[in-house]
């Protein structure tokens, strides 16, 4: 059962003349009224009282009282908690009537319900440090933090790697019109030689072709003359005929073989000038060569440090699925609560992007969780929550069974109680209306 505030009796403290205070069991209590009339005196008298020697004013008496400050606390588990006499000495007085001191106080009063803006002020990192040491994870999630850590700074460099080197591969020249390998002399030569290789066969080739055809003239001069002799000489006919139809033959035979040679396609020479060409630009064409092949590189380096960094977002979600597995393993003090990187979140919003309820809600639960034997919370300076807001917070703090002291600078209805220089002049009845 965790311990809550059930009144306060204050005479003489800071600004506050004489009050005598019964706040609401659970929900929020708003001490309200104008500037420097005695609201947080309230709250800094509860502190000293129940906080000890590190809270007490620089001026507890009021100013202009020759009376000695006096402090009553009774708190739900039945102690009495007074501060009075010169000293404010603390007295303590347990249900059966036995005396206490500091040490019983603190073994159910959070210092931090007593003063929240210390854990508001924390950074996150601070405040996530709080609730992991609450949880009983924070050596764990360290060494989760520092796997997920790791592999992002990685991936980040593999990430920048890619990036350069796509951006080196696009401003890197490419040449279509040079072969994908290096020219050598040696090769060009070699190709020039065959080419002239070629040429002097094709050469050979026609002057054959020449011959033959020639041959082939004087063969048909050999028969026109046999011809004249045939006509000549008809007493001869048996062997005129013979060497006629030989001499056909021949003729017939030779007609043959300039087919077959023609047959044979002799194109013309082929030119040098090309291979003549690279052997000047060699350099320029191997230099494009190596440009295309420096270029090729960088888009591999590219892509290879692109699926660098696809496996180490894989690895990442993995960490931080890790994570959220460790944290789904505890009893938040919140629904939504948690730590990312080191920070405290809630909703999947960092402190500084939280609302000031959002910002309530957090440190009342980790409050409540640190130390379950404390009911209650101070709240000071609730000017920033509209009348909308101020109703949920009661609300939401009714809900997990909290008590909230708090005080806001209005005289409104939105305030339980009223304070004009030093005393109660105020309250709530039970309708919820300001009793003047």
């Not at 030779?254 to 082929?270: G, K, L, N, S, T």
């Not at 409104?412 to 109660?424: K, N, Y």
Request: glycine letters at 6%; one cysteine or more.
């Amino acid at each position: 059962m965790n311990c809550k505030i059930t009144k306060f009796e204050l005479e003489n403290v800071k600004r506050v003349r004489l009050v005598d205070i019964t706040p609401a069991a659970v929900g929020l209590t708003t001490i309200g009224g104008k500037n420097c009339q005695g609201k947080t005196s309230n709250l800094d008298a509860i502190c000293f009282a129940l906080g000890g020697e590190k809270y007490r004013p620089s001026n507890l008496q009021r100013e202009g009282s020759s009376a000695e400050a006096s402090i009553r606390i009774t708190m739900s588990n039945g102690l009495v908690v007074e501060r009075s006499g010169k000293n404010a000495s603390l007295k303590v007085i347990d249900p059966s009537g036995a005396r206490a001191g500091q040490r019983l106080l603190d073994s159910f009063v959070e210092e931090l319900a007593l003063n929240l803006p210390k854990f508001l002020s924390m950074n996150s990192a601070e405040k996530a440090k709080i609730l992991l040491s609450i949880l009983g994870i924070e050596d764990q999630l360290k060494v989760i933090d520092a796997e997920e850590k790791a592999a992002y700074d990685e991936r980040t460099m593999q990430g920048r790697i890619a990036d350069q080197k796509e951006k080196y591969a696009a401003e890197m020249p490419e040449w279509h019109d040079v072969p994908e390998e290096p020219l050598t002399p040696a090769a060009l030569v070699a190709e020039s030689q065959s080419i002239m290789a070629r040429n002097a066969a094709k050469a050979n080739a026609r002057a054959d072709l020449d011959q033959m055809a020639k041959q082939a003239a004087a063969a048909w001069e050999k028969v026109r003359a046999k011809e004249l002799r045939l006509a000549e000489i008809n007493d001869m006919l048996s062997q005129a005929d013979k060497e006629y139809s030989d001499a056909i033959t021949a003729a017939e035979n030779i007609d043959d073989e300039i087919q077959q040679a023609q047959a044979i396609p002799i194109d013309a020479d082929e030119s040098t000038s090309e291979i003549e060409r690279k052997l000047a630009e060699l350099e320029e064409i191997n230099g494009k060569v190596r440009a295309n092949s420096d270029k090729q590189k960088a888009i591999d380096d590219a892509e290879n440090a692109r699926q660098v960094y696809n496996v180490l977002t894989a690895r990442i979600d993995e960490v931080r699925a890790k994570r959220r597995k460790l944290l789904e393993s505890v009893e938040l003090p919140l629904p939504g609560l948690g730590v990312d990187n080191g920070e405290l979140v809630y909703n999947g919003q960092k402190w500084d992007c939280m609302s000031g309820m959002e910002q309530i809600k957090v440190a009342a639960a980790i409050i409540r969780q640190r130390k379950p034997e404390c009911g209650f919370i101070l709240l000071d300076k609730l000017e920033a929550f509209d009348l909308e807001q101020l109703s949920a917070l009661s609300e939401w703090l009714t809900e997990n069974n909290l008590q909230a002291i708090g005080t806001r600078v209005s005289t409104g209805e939105e305030c339980s109680i009223i304070i004009e220089d030093g005393l109660v002049v105020a309250a709530q009845n039970d309708d919820q209306e300001l009793d003047w």
